[in-house]
T-cell receptor
Framework: SQQGEEDPQALSIQEGENATMNCSYK?????LQWYRQNSGRGLVHLIL?????REKHSGRLRVTLDTSKKSSSLLITASRAADTASYFC??????????????FGQGTILTVHP | KAGVTQTPRYLIKTRGQQVTLSCSPI?????VSWYQQTPGQGLQFLFE???????NKGNFPGRFSGRQFSNSRSEMNVSTLELGDSALYLC????????????FGPGTRLLVL
């Protein structure tokens, strides 16, 4: 079963605009990771944020984490048509028994129009 | 460094058959996790192996099993296939500690007829 939810389920924007996706989760976490998936292929890792971090940047990506609200957001700035993909957040539950077990949200389908 | 590789990439089987999927992790990675992705259930964790030992298991029936070899390569097996087993099966590798990123392979798409 899914740990949480992503919002929105689908997002359609024009090239050059910013895209913001949100993720909520239910339990205490060790870290949260964002992945991108193109057309049913493998997942590409974008960024990992630890539970004691509040914000991370990587190129055009900015991720925030609010553990008090159990939520995270992914911002893609100056989007490009090549950013069209599904985006997933995945959490690693806190505690010593979560080895290798990421729990995924349902994903946000992002479409960037040229 | 080569990425995670999975074989085969596509597979068609009929109900009742069994199937074995293979995953080769990134060199130096000792942990391999397996996931099933379907349109209805999304991405779900199957199991994780580290140094040939299963450390974690998801909520799947016993028809789903796996193993890991001494070179960290992993296989998963599904016996008595059902139509609902049609899915994209993804494996991911990492060094094995909690804070490590999991790197995913391209997946094996299984169709059960």
């Amino acid at each position: 079963s899914q740990q949480g939810e992503e919002d929105p389920q689908a997002l359609s924007i024009q090239e050059g605009e910013n895209a913001t996706m949100n993720c909520s989760y239910k339990t205490s976490i060790n870290n949260l990771q964002w992945y991108r998936q193109n057309s049913g292929r493998g997942l590409v890792h974008l960024i990992l944020i630890r539970s004691n971090e509040r914000e991370k940047h990587s190129g055009r990506l900015r991720v925030t984490l609010d553990t008090s609200k159990k939520s995270s957001s992914l911002l893609i700035t100056a989007s490009r048509a090549a950013d069209t993909a599904s985006y997933f957040c995945a959490t690693l539950k806190a505690g010593g028994t979560s080895y290798g077990k990421l729990t995924f949200g349902q994903g946000t389908i992002l479409t960037v129009h040229p | 460094k080569a990425g995670v590789t999975q074989t085969p990439r596509y597979l068609i089987k009929t109900r009742g058959q069994q199937v074995t999927l293979s995953c080769s992790p990134i060199s130096g990675h000792r942990s391999v996790s397996w996931y099933q992705q379907t349109p209805g259930q999304g991405l779900q964790f199957l199991f994780e192996y580290f140094s040939e030992t299963q450390r974690n298991k998801g909520n799947f029936p016993g028809r789903f099993s796996g193993r890991q070899f001494s070179n960290s390569r992993s296989e998963m097996n599904v016996s008595t296939l059902e139509l609902g087993d049609s899915a994209l099966y993804l494996c991911a590798s990492s060094k094995g500690t909690a804070q490590e990123t999991q790197y995913f392979g391209p997946g094996t798409r299984l169709l059960v007829l």
